[in-house]
Protein backbone atom coordinates (compact mmCIF):
# COMPACT_ATOMS: atom_id res chain seq x y z
CA UNK A 1 0.00 0.00 0.00
CA UNK A 2 1.25 3.46 -1.01
CA UNK A 3 0.88 6.48 0.89
CA UNK A 4 -0.16 10.01 -0.55
CA UNK A 5 3.02 11.35 0.08
CA UNK A 6 2.08 14.16 2.74
CA UNK A 7 0.79 11.04 4.84
CA UNK A 8 4.31 9.20 4.77
CA UNK A 9 5.35 12.09 6.30
CA UNK A 10 2.50 11.78 9.06
CA UNK A 11 3.10 8.35 9.43
CA UNK A 12 7.01 8.46 10.17
CA UNK A 13 5.72 11.17 13.12
CA UNK A 14 3.80 8.65 14.57
CA UNK A 15 5.50 6.31 17.26
CA UNK A 16 5.27 2.60 16.77
CA UNK A 17 2.70 1.05 19.06
CA UNK A 18 0.43 4.44 19.21
CA UNK A 19 -3.37 4.44 19.57
CA UNK A 20 -4.30 6.67 16.94
CA UNK A 21 -7.60 8.62 16.05
CA UNK A 22 -7.88 9.80 12.75
CA UNK A 23 -9.96 12.22 12.08
CA UNK A 24 -11.39 12.66 8.62
CA UNK A 25 -9.59 9.41 7.56
CA UNK A 26 -11.20 8.46 4.20
CA UNK A 27 -11.21 5.30 3.62
CA UNK A 28 -8.65 4.43 6.45
CA UNK A 29 -5.18 4.25 4.25
CA UNK A 30 -3.11 5.37 6.93
CA UNK A 31 -4.58 3.14 10.13
CA UNK A 32 -4.01 0.27 8.22
CA UNK A 33 -0.46 1.68 7.24
CA UNK A 34 0.10 2.44 10.77
CA UNK A 35 -1.07 -0.95 12.02
CA UNK A 36 0.79 -2.89 9.32
CA UNK A 37 4.31 -1.10 9.78
CA UNK A 38 4.16 0.41 13.11
CA UNK A 39 1.54 -2.09 15.25
CA UNK A 40 -0.05 0.74 16.30
CA UNK A 41 -3.92 0.49 17.05
CA UNK A 42 -6.82 2.53 16.60
CA UNK A 43 -9.72 4.73 15.35
CA UNK A 44 -10.63 6.15 12.44
CA UNK A 45 -13.19 9.00 12.06
CA UNK A 46 -15.68 9.51 8.52
CA UNK A 47 -18.44 11.46 7.59
CA UNK A 48 -18.53 10.12 4.47
CA UNK A 49 -20.46 7.02 4.10
CA UNK A 50 -18.90 5.38 0.79
CA UNK A 51 -15.53 5.48 2.37
CA UNK A 52 -17.03 4.50 6.10
CA UNK A 53 -18.13 1.48 4.11
CA UNK A 54 -14.85 0.93 2.21
CA UNK A 55 -12.89 1.17 5.39
CA UNK A 56 -15.31 -1.39 7.32
CA UNK A 57 -14.17 -3.57 4.36
CA UNK A 58 -10.45 -3.58 4.47
CA UNK A 59 -11.01 -4.46 8.25
CA UNK A 60 -9.95 -0.60 9.70
CA UNK A 61 -11.90 0.31 13.02
CA UNK A 62 -14.21 3.45 11.95
CA UNK A 63 -16.90 5.74 13.20
CA UNK A 64 -19.22 7.45 11.65
CA UNK A 65 -19.58 10.95 13.06
CA UNK A 66 -19.67 14.76 12.75
CA UNK A 67 -16.20 16.49 13.81
CA UNK A 68 -17.66 19.62 14.51
CA UNK A 69 -20.39 18.55 16.65
CA UNK A 70 -19.88 14.79 17.93
CA UNK A 71 -15.84 14.43 19.02
CA UNK A 72 -17.07 14.80 23.15
CA UNK A 73 -17.86 11.11 22.76
CA UNK A 74 -14.24 10.69 23.15
CA UNK A 75 -12.76 10.48 26.60
CA UNK A 76 -10.25 12.80 27.72
CA UNK A 77 -6.58 11.19 26.97
CA UNK A 78 -8.33 8.05 25.31
CA UNK A 79 -5.37 8.41 22.45
CA UNK A 80 -1.67 9.02 22.28
CA UNK A 81 -2.45 10.64 18.94
CA UNK A 82 -5.27 12.54 17.10
CA UNK A 83 -4.49 13.15 13.14
CA UNK A 84 -6.28 15.47 11.13
CA UNK A 85 -5.15 15.48 7.46
CA UNK A 86 -5.81 18.02 5.13
CA UNK A 87 -9.55 18.69 6.79
CA UNK A 88 -9.39 21.67 9.01
CA UNK A 89 -10.15 23.98 6.47
CA UNK A 90 -13.39 21.87 5.44
CA UNK A 91 -14.65 22.44 9.12
CA UNK A 92 -17.50 24.39 10.72
CA UNK A 93 -15.72 25.07 13.76
CA UNK A 94 -11.75 24.69 13.13
CA UNK A 95 -10.86 26.30 16.62
CA UNK A 96 -13.00 24.07 18.42
CA UNK A 97 -12.08 20.92 16.84
CA UNK A 98 -8.66 21.79 17.84
CA UNK A 99 -9.61 22.15 21.42
CA UNK A 100 -11.26 19.05 21.39
CA UNK A 101 -7.93 17.19 19.40
CA UNK A 102 -6.04 18.22 22.52
CA UNK A 103 -8.14 17.14 25.04
CA UNK A 104 -8.55 13.27 23.40
CA UNK A 105 -4.74 13.41 22.94
CA UNK A 106 -1.64 15.05 24.25
CA UNK A 107 -0.16 15.14 20.70
CA UNK A 108 -1.76 16.27 17.37
CA UNK A 109 -0.16 15.61 13.78
CA UNK A 110 -2.00 17.93 11.28
CA UNK A 111 -1.58 18.69 7.73
CA UNK A 112 -3.51 21.57 5.91
CA UNK A 113 -2.66 23.24 2.18
CA UNK A 114 -1.25 26.54 2.21
CA UNK A 115 -3.55 29.64 0.59
CA UNK A 116 -0.45 31.63 0.43
CA UNK A 117 1.44 29.65 -1.81
CA UNK A 118 3.35 32.00 -4.28
CA UNK A 119 1.25 29.99 -7.16
CA UNK A 120 -2.13 30.65 -5.03
CA UNK A 121 -1.18 34.25 -4.97
CA UNK A 122 0.03 34.67 -8.70
CA UNK A 123 -3.32 33.56 -9.13
CA UNK A 124 -5.06 35.86 -6.68
CA UNK A 125 -3.33 38.62 -8.48
CA UNK A 126 -4.52 37.64 -11.89
CA UNK A 127 -7.84 37.84 -10.72
CA UNK A 128 -8.77 34.26 -10.21
CA UNK A 129 -9.32 32.09 -7.02
CA UNK A 130 -6.42 29.47 -6.05
CA UNK A 131 -6.36 26.23 -7.93
CA UNK A 132 -3.76 24.02 -7.84
CA UNK A 133 -2.71 20.53 -6.68
CA UNK A 134 -3.48 20.99 -2.93
CA UNK A 135 -6.47 23.12 -4.05
CA UNK A 136 -7.95 21.16 -6.74
CA UNK A 137 -11.62 22.44 -6.62
CA UNK A 138 -13.46 25.89 -8.54
CA UNK A 139 -14.51 28.23 -6.61
CA UNK A 140 -17.79 27.64 -6.28
CA UNK A 141 -17.52 23.25 -5.70
CA UNK A 142 -14.94 23.06 -2.90
CA UNK A 143 -15.43 21.69 0.24
CA UNK A 144 -12.60 24.15 1.92
CA UNK A 145 -14.54 26.64 4.45
CA UNK A 146 -11.63 28.33 5.47
CA UNK A 147 -8.85 29.65 3.88
CA UNK A 148 -5.62 29.99 5.52
CA UNK A 149 -1.66 30.56 4.82
CA UNK A 150 0.61 29.11 7.54
CA UNK A 151 0.87 32.59 9.40
CA UNK A 152 -2.77 32.46 9.90
CA UNK A 153 -3.01 28.62 11.10
CA UNK A 154 -0.17 28.89 13.38
CA UNK A 155 -2.31 32.21 15.01
CA UNK A 156 -4.64 29.61 15.34
CA UNK A 157 -2.69 27.45 16.96
CA UNK A 158 -1.84 29.45 19.57
CA UNK A 159 -4.98 31.08 20.24
CA UNK A 160 -6.61 27.83 21.50
CA UNK A 161 -3.25 26.99 23.42
CA UNK A 162 -1.05 24.69 20.97
CA UNK A 163 2.49 24.72 20.58
CA UNK A 164 4.14 23.64 17.54
CA UNK A 165 6.49 21.71 18.32
CA UNK A 166 7.46 20.50 14.19
CA UNK A 167 6.45 22.09 11.09
CA UNK A 168 7.48 20.27 8.21
CA UNK A 169 6.74 22.51 4.77
CA UNK A 170 6.10 20.62 1.71
CA UNK A 171 6.74 21.29 -2.01
CA UNK A 172 3.60 20.88 -4.58
CA UNK A 173 4.57 17.43 -5.04
CA UNK A 174 4.30 16.34 -1.13
CA UNK A 175 7.94 16.36 -0.30
CA UNK A 176 9.75 18.16 2.29
CA UNK A 177 10.62 22.19 1.24
CA UNK A 178 14.62 22.19 0.48
CA UNK A 179 14.27 25.87 0.96
CA UNK A 180 15.36 27.83 4.26
CA UNK A 181 12.29 27.75 6.72
CA UNK A 182 11.89 31.36 6.63
CA UNK A 183 10.16 30.61 3.04
CA UNK A 184 7.99 28.30 4.17
CA UNK A 185 4.66 31.12 4.47
CA UNK A 186 4.88 31.62 0.52
CA UNK A 187 7.17 28.66 -0.70
CA UNK A 188 5.34 25.26 0.90
CA UNK A 189 2.19 24.31 -0.92
CA UNK A 190 1.03 22.38 2.57
CA UNK A 191 3.29 21.92 5.87
CA UNK A 192 2.60 19.15 8.59
CA UNK A 193 2.52 20.09 12.09
CA UNK A 194 3.20 17.94 15.30
CA UNK A 195 1.54 19.98 17.97
CA UNK A 196 1.33 19.65 21.49
CA UNK A 197 -0.64 21.49 24.70
CA UNK A 198 0.58 24.97 25.75
Known amino acids: MTLRADLAFVADLVEPGSRVLDLG ?66 LHRPHLVLQEMIRIAPRVILSMPNFGYWKNRVRLARGRMPMSKDIPYDWYDTPNLHHATLVDLEDLFRNVGLVAL ?24 SAVYVLGGA
Open 25 to 90: CGTGTLLSHLAGAKTCSGTGVEIDPDAVLVAIRSGVPIIELDMDYQLSEFADHSYDVVVLSRTLQT
Open 166 to 189: ERIPLTVDGQRLKLPEATATWAAA
